[in-house]
């Protein structure tokens, strides 16, 4: 059977005997009309090929029901898992999610800001470059819209949700500590506060447990392809037979993919039993972590917690019957789990 054609917004109105500001508030949230009217109105879209054009009725609006997602890479396996999260918890919520990456460049992260303004968002989930971006951005962004951060965070009190850096790494630490040589830690660019963070835990880790600290890699330079930069290194050292010991602890899981790479390529054994020749742990938990081979022993952050927090923050400032006198936590530090794989 086929469907009415019907091209405006009034003549849809006509056809199902409502008012256009009945179908309006329909369009925006269909709890707000009775049951009965509800019906109606669904019963026609089924009938017809009208679909309401929600891009142009946002714009419309002093405020839409955009969120912005801003991400610095979307390749990176971490935040292409938190960007599929809350896309679909967003989605769940009623809102439009915009994804933006800024692919590490300070003046994308600047468009990204300048975007999400000119598309009038309601608000923003934003995981910043961190320690290179444009300064005063996102202050400029926080004056129109609420945003929250995770992941990492730009001084200030905007409400910010990530990992608990200084526990994840000290578990993971104490456990490699326990279960064979003491670790090596192999540093990455410090490209946002977690990059320091995890250092200053391990080094302090080790102290407390007796042991000297010993810190690899390149971390005063600026980029976010590591599995290149920990193939690079650990090739080259494996060449000079250079390797500062039989455990590694990577800064990231990405880091390690390289690590472990190029340790099989010459011929070098990962893994934990008697017969490897090199135990090699990371932190994240990223998907494709459990399908290394050996699988990889890890950190994992808690992904779940992370979006959900990070959803629930931005909701609760986005209600215009919010309370604007009570608090909306300004700080949610989520806790890592060891996941012991086969890598070390």
Request: glycine fraction near 6%; proline fraction near 6%.
């Amino acid at each position: 059977m086929d469907k009415i054609t019907i091209k405006t917004m009034d003549d849809f109105a006509r056809s199902c005997g409502v008012s256009r500001p009945t179908l309006s508030r329909y369009f925006d949230s269909p709890n707000s009309v009775k049951p009965a009217t509800r019906k109606r109105i669904e019963d026609a879209l089924s009938a017809s090929d009208y679909r309401p054009n929600l891009y142009a009725r946002n714009l419309n609006r002093k405020r839409t029901r955009n969120v912005g997602i801003v991400v610095p890479v979307i390749t990176d396996p971490f935040y292409a898992e938190m960007v599929n999260r809350l896309e679909l918890l967003v989605r769940g919520e009623g809102y439009w999610p915009i994804v933006i990456s800024s692919h590490g460049l300070p003046d994308l992260e600047a468009e990204a800001v300048n975007t999400l303004l000119s598309l009038k968002a309601a608000g923003a989930i934003i995981a910043p470059l961190g320690l290179t971006s444009e300064p005063g951005i996102f202050e400029k962004l926080r004056e129109s819209i609420p945003i929250v951060y995770f992941d990492t965070y730009i001084e200030g009190d905007t409400p910010f949700i990530g990992n608990n850096n200084t526990q994840s790494v000290a578990t993971i630490v104490d456990y490699l500590c326990r279960s064979g040589e003491p670790p090596a830690f192999f540093d990455i660019p410090h490209v946002n506060h977690n990059s320091g963070e995890r250092l200053a835990s391990y080094i302090a880790t080790m102290e407390s447990l007796g042991f000297e600290p010993v810190v690899f890699g390149n971390a005063e330079g600026y980029g976010w392809d590591f599995e290149r930069m920990g193939h690079e290194q650990i090739d080259a050292m494996i060449t000079a037979r250079a390797l500062p010991g039989r455990t590694i602890l990577c800064a990231n899981d990405r880091l390690a993919f390289g690590a472990m790479a190029a340790a099989h390529s010459r011929g070098l054994r990962v893994g934990r039993r008697s017969d490897s020749d090199l135990r090699i742990a990371a932190h994240d938990d990223h998907p494709l972590s459990r399908y290394t081979c050996p699988a990889l022993t890890t950190m994992a952050q808690d992904f779940t917690a992370m979006a959900r927090s990070s959803v629930d923050t931005l909701l609760s400032m986005l209600d215009e019957s919010h309370d604007s006198t009570k608090a909306v936590a300004r700080k949610i530090i989520l806790d890592g789990t060891l996941v012991m794989r086969q890598s070390a």
